[in-house]
């Protein structure tokens, strides 16, 4: 499969998308063509287990790796990291509703789908690329990604990884994960500013040549393992694939019968991938797009416009506290049937004014397409508390925003196609929202405390994974200004 940027063209081969992460015109990586499924392949993929059905998709996509290769890196990130020999278990929730787990992973959010597979195309890409060099991977997070990226790269050779996350913008539980890495090759800084600053911090870092410059001459490329990296991305495809074939499998569907998948989206890079799997042929009917307060695509769906002039809210369902969702721009490069030159004028006008509109054509088609809702902090805590009392589900805050929005969605519709809500995260990543949703007593004090209070009221287990944290000594105390991330790169660097 060959690559072009969504803000010029360019031909490329996966290697290289994933190598570089962003192209040097600002743009994003998207495939020139889809491969398509076959009625045979999906039927053989129906036999398989994940990490089967992962080989088949990637090997669709990276084209100039060897089968060899992408099998010994599918059984590298799925073998034994996963709490489950299944990586993304279907939890029914009730007729016709479906929880897609994706959080059994090392560091219990839906980022470990990817990133545990990320390190192994990155370094196998730079391989064939950039022969020799080390990668350093720059990350801005909102708390998620920034854990399951380390935990992906951390000792692994000839990468280094710096992670930015903003300072007041993460739950607890995400700080320690961060805060208590080890590894050789990690740094992590907390930055005074919010999410947006440290990922727009990122791409000027990518962006500026002096410091490509620095790096080179130390034998150093930077990369991202943000979403914005096409590496994230095709891990993520696998799982909407899989999961039609489990609601094959489990006689929810017959083929080529649709259903709607419900997704809690930040920076747009999970729906984008379910996105994909419609246009590989996965039966996808509709994408409801779900916000927490930062409701920035709930409008942008109902209105074609995007505007990112308004207030930021910090919520409960950190992840998704975001105004700049950069996976949008690849689905413009596609209701664009891959105009360039008008994606590259659309990204212009955020740049400059924070705000643009789409063409009428393109609002029609991202309206069959996509349902846009959200909900509130209040809201999403409700949620909880009823998806626990009536339907026996525990679930995190940001699932329980997919959870309400896709009520609604229902309600104003009355569309009951099957559906797959996409459960993002462990509530015990976010265990005082989740415990104060749904217990009436005295909140204990600390994040431990509320960890097993939140298991003996709901007699489940605390991962293992968030339990060890405990017993974990903190290495990672920076934090900079938002002007300061090249500064702080190129000391962790010794540059
Ligand atoms: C990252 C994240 C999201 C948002 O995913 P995007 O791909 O950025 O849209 C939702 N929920 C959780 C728990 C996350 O970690």
New binding site residues.
């Given amino acids: 499969m060959r690559f072009t940027s969504t803000r010029a063209l360019a031909d490329i081969e996966s290697a290289q998308a994933i190598t570089q992460g962003i192209s040097a015109d600002g743009g994003l990586f998207v495939p020139k063509a889809f491969p398509a499924l076959t009625d045979d392949l999906i039927d053989r993929l129906c036999d398989m287990d994940y990490q089967g059905r992962a080989f088949e998709i990637l090997r669709l996509y990276l084209t100039d790796f060897t089968d060899e290769e992408i099998r010994d890196s599918v059984a590298a990130a799925y073998t034994g990291k996963f709490e489950h020999e299944q990586p993304a278990p279907l939890h029914p929730l009730r007729d016709g509703v479906f929880m897609l787990e994706l ?1 059994h992973g090392p560091t219990c ?3 470990d789908m990817a990133l545990q597979l990320l390190p192994q195309l990155l370094t196998r890409s730079a391989k064939k690329v950039a022969d020799g060099k080390t990668m350093v991977i720059l990350v801005a997070t ?4 920034g854990k399951a990226a380390l935990d992906g790269f951390a000792d692994v050779p000839d990468t280094n990884i710096i992670v930015f996350y903003p300072q007041d913008g993460v739950s607890p539980m995400q700080k320690l994960q961060m805060t208590t890495q080890a590894g050789n090759n990690v740094a992590v800084c907390a930055i005074k500013g919010n999410f947006d600053d440290a990922q727009t911090g990122v791409k000027q870092i990518f962006a500026d040549p002096a410091m490509h410059k620095l790096l080179d001459e130390h034998n150093m490329e930077f990369s991202s393992a943000n ?1 914005i990296n096409f590496g994230r991305l095709v891990p993520q495809i696998v799982y909407y694939v899989s999961v039609y074939c489990d609601l094959l499998k489990n006689g929810t569907l017959q083929k080529g019968e649709g259903f709607n998948i419900v ?10 991938a379910g996105f994909y799997a419609k246009q590989m042929g996965i039966p996808i009917r509709r994408f409801i797009c779900a916000s927490n307060q930062n409701n920035v695509l709930t409008d942008f769906i109902q209105t074609g416009v995007y505007d990112r002039n308004r207030a930021f809210y910090t919520t409960t ?1 950190p ?2 506290d ?1 105004l700049i ?1 950069s ?1 949008l721009e690849r689905l413009l490069f596609h209701l664009y049937d891959g105009d360039t030159s008008a994606v590259s004028g659309l990204m212009q006008q955020l740049a400059e004014t924070g705000k643009y509109e789409i063409s009428d054509l393109a609002r029609q088609r991202l309206q069959e397409l996509f349902f846009g809702g959200f909900c509130n902090d209040d809201q999403t805590a409700a949620t909880i508390r009823k998806l626990f009392n009536n339907d026996g589900y525990l679930c ?1 805050t ?2 329980a925003v997919a959870a309400k929005v896709f009520e609604d969605y229902q309600t104003q519709t009355g569309d009951l196609t099957p559906a797959v809500i996409v459960s ?2 462990s509530p015990y ?1 976010f265990a005082k929202s989740v415990l104060t949703a749904i217990d009436d007593g005295v909140r204990p004090q600390t994040e431990f405390e509320m960890t097993d209070r939140l298991a003996a009221v709901t007699k489940t287990a605390v991962p293992a994974a968030l339990g060890d944290l405990k017993s974990r000594p903190v290495l990672h105390t920076a934090c900079c200004d938002k002007t300061q991330m090249a500064a702080f790169i190129r000391q962790s660097l010794g540059l």
Avoid: C, Q
Wanted: proline fraction near 3%; aromatic fraction near 10%.
């Fill in positions: 959080w959010a839906f980022k909102s708390g998620d990604t979403s997704v809690p989206t930040g920076n747009f890079g999970n729906i984008l369902s992840s998704m975001i969702s996976n995190d940001h699932t993002t995260a990543k």
